[in-house]
Each structure stands twice: as C-alpha cells, then as structure tokens.
C-alpha cells in the first residue's frame, strides 16, 4: 500500500519559532511537493522537488523553505512563523514517467498548522 | 498565469438527486485529474481523462474531458451521502522545462439523507 507520512496531524506554534513539516514517502517516487490549503482557495503550491538536494519555487515560496537530502524525504521549513502561515499543509509525491509528465499525486493526511 | 475555475463552490442536496460540477480554463491541458478529499484526509485520486472529448465512468460518477482539453465536469447520478466530500480537480500543464499540476479551488459537496 502506498503510503506519504506527514510526522504530526496537529501543531499548535508560537510567532517567530522555526517549525518543521516532515513528509516521508515509501514509493521511491522522484517528484515531492508542498501544498497549503486554505478554505476556497484550493492547493497552493509551496515547494516542490523532482530529485534529491533539488528544489523549486512553488506559488508561494515566501517565509518557507525546503530541504531534500534524501529521496524519500522532503521537509517543509518556516524560518519564522506567523500567524498568517496558519493553514492545512499537504505533503504529496508522484512518480516521474520517462517523459517528464507527472502522474497521480499521492498526499499526506496533512498537518494542520495554528501560529498563535 | 493559469487558473482553473470550478464551480460551485458549494453545493447541499439531498440524496437520490444528480448534481454536475465543472471546470474550466482558458489554457490546455494535457490531461486533468480529479480527487476527492474527506474531512482530515488528503485528497485522494478518482480518475484522469486525457483525450479531448474522453468520457469515464466510475459507478455512479460521469468523468468528462473537453473536446478542446481546456475544461472537465463530473456528474454524480443519484448521490449518496457517501459521496460527501471536497472534490478538486487538477490540470497537467508545462511548465518551465516541468509539468506541473493547476488547482481547482474545489466544491464541497454535502449530500443529505
């Protein structure tokens, strides 16, 4: 059964702490991504990576960053969180086919994120 | 920039009646997904169309792709209050030297019994 990991359902954080999202995923896929997902505005794009130690601007890269030392693993960073970084973040992976085109997207349950 | 609308946004009906929910795009797709998220879930794949005009079935839900790949519906026939759920579809497009997915906002759908 495939199967992408987000470490914690639920964080409650402080302003200004520096948090952690972690996502692993068992499928040896190549593409991981974050999202954010605010009521009735969809998934937004964060981060994404198609490979070990690579890393791309999403949508909304601002007050993120990423780190992806190993294939399986792609961690979402706030330097600094503030209350506005308050949402659902969705961690999802996808095999890459031959020709570049991304397949399903396999998601986390997803970490609901509140900065008080 | 691209968008893919859909709409509604919400929709609450009762259950036994057929409801359509529908995106669209000014841009081409190479082909467009559609998921279903329950309450403290991911969202979870339901199918992918990928020729323009494309038509899948999946029990009682009707998956349709454009003739010109630019919009998608699904049709639930008789809905369940099991199909409550955040339905999002997602359209494959280049970019970059990528390809990447574009998001619907979403329809919540609350089927009542």
């Known amino acids: 059964d495939v199967k992408v990991t987000q470490s914690s359902r639920y964080l409650v954080k402080r302003t200004g702490e520096k948090v952690f999202l972690e996502c692993v995923q068992d499928?040896?896929?190549?593409?991981m991504f974050w999202y954010r997902q605010d009521p009735g505005l969809g998934l937004r794009l964060i981060y994404f990576s198609y490979d070990v130690k690579m890393k791309e601007k999403g949508d909304i890269p601002e007050g993120y960053s990423v780190s992806r030392e190993k294939k399986e693993r792609f961690s979402l960073i706030l330097e600094s969180a503030s209350t506005n970084q308050t949402s659902m973040y969705l961690c999802?992976?996808?095999?890459?086919?031959?020709?570049?085109?991304?397949?399903?997207?396999?998601f986390g349950q997803g970490t609901r994120l509140t900065v008080v | 920039t691209q968008l893919l609308e859909q709409s509604p946004q919400f929709l609450s009906i009762q259950e036994g009646e057929n409801l359509t929910v529908y995106c669209n795009s000014s841009?081409?797709?190479?082909?467009l997904q559609w998921y279903r998220q329950e309450p403290g879930e991911g969202p979870v794949l339901l199918v992918t169309v990928v020729t323009g005009g494309e038509v899948k079935k999946l029990k009682r839900l009707t998956f349709q792709f454009g003739d010109a790949r630019k919009d998608s519906s699904l049709h639930i026939t008789a809905a369940q209050p099991g199909d409550t759920g955040l339905y999002l579809c997602a359209g494959e497009a280049a970019k970059d030297s990528n390809y990447q997915l574009i998001w619907g906002a979403g329809t919540k759908l609350i089927i009542k019994p």
């Open positions: 499928m040896d896929h190549e593409n």
């Open positions: 999802a992976s996808s095999l890459r086919d031959i020709q570049n085109v991304n397949t399903e997207a396999f």
């Open positions: 841009s081409v797709f190479s082909s």
